[in-house]
């Protein structure tokens, strides 16, 4: 079965600086695919970043770096120069060998303070 | 615009009654979903359909149902035998199974006394 692991149930940083958030997964399937997602206050969820297994460089989106370590199972979204409207939760997720279900993480909070 | 409605975003229901989600794109996708969240919980799966007429449970489908019987369309039942209904329920959609992003929807946020 697979399983996404996000052990930092909340993270707190200063406007202008990069944070780390962590994501482990664990499948026995070759091909998958990992996502984050970012879900404000009112609750929608926003898809931020997309990684393939077999892609061979990290994914970039703008402000969003996924730092993919297939050997190690981590998927960790990094945010550089953190905004104020990044406050949000951020959620891992992982799709199975069927291509159709996302399997999520129980997320990370996240604060930005000026 | 594009996307996905749920209707309406609060909604109360008294125990014992079936409550029904409405949930509807506009993005031409083949694959729908529907997610439950519970507070400090990710998203659980509770069914999704990846064509008309066609619908597979998830990992938590017992005490809801579903139909799918236009592509724009995916409504989703609470039933009464679904023992604890109070969460957070999120519809999405992909353009097909295979589609590396799901779109989510606003949310329908279910309190049931």
């Known amino acids: 079965a697979q399983k996404i692991t996000q052990t930092q149930p909340g993270m707190f940083v200063q406007e202008k600086e990069a944070v780390t958030l962590d994501c482990t997964y664990d499948?026995?399937?070759?091909?998958?695919?990992l996502f984050w997602y970012k879900q404000p206050s009112s609750g929608e969820m926003i898809f931020l970043i997309y990684q393939g297994s077999y892609d061979e460089q990290n994914a970039t989106e703008g402000r969003y770096s996924l730092n993919f370590q297939k050997a190690r199972k981590s998927a960790n979204l990094v945010i550089s120069a953190s905004q104020l409207g990044d406050s949000a939760m951020y959620f891992c997720a992982m799709r199975d060998r069927g291509y159709s279900t996302l399997t999520f993480g129980k997320g990370t909070m996240l604060l930005v303070s000026p | 615009d594009g996307g996905i409605t749920q209707s309406p975003k609060y909604l109360f229901r008294k125990e014992g009654q079936n409550v029904t989600l409405s949930c509807e794109q506009n993005?031409?996708?083949?694959?729908m979903y529907w997610y439950r969240q519970d507070p400090g919980q990710g998203l659980r799966l509770i069914y999704y359909?990846?064509?008309?007429?066609?619908?597979q449970k998830g990992d938590i489908a017992e005490g809801y149902s579903v139909s799918r019987e236009k592509k724009e369309s995916f409504p989703l039942t609470v039933t009464s035998a679904q023992k604890n209904p109070t969460a957070f329920y999120l519809c999405?959609?992909?353009?097909?199974?295979?589609?590396?992003?799901?779109?989510f929807g606003p949310g329908t946020r279910l309190t049931v006394t």
């Open positions: 993005l031409n996708h083949d694959a």
């Open positions: 499948t026995s399937d070759q091909s998958y695919g």
């Open positions: 359909s990846q064509i008309v007429n066609d619908f």
């Open positions: 999405a959609s992909s353009l097909s199974r295979g589609s590396s992003e799901q779109y």
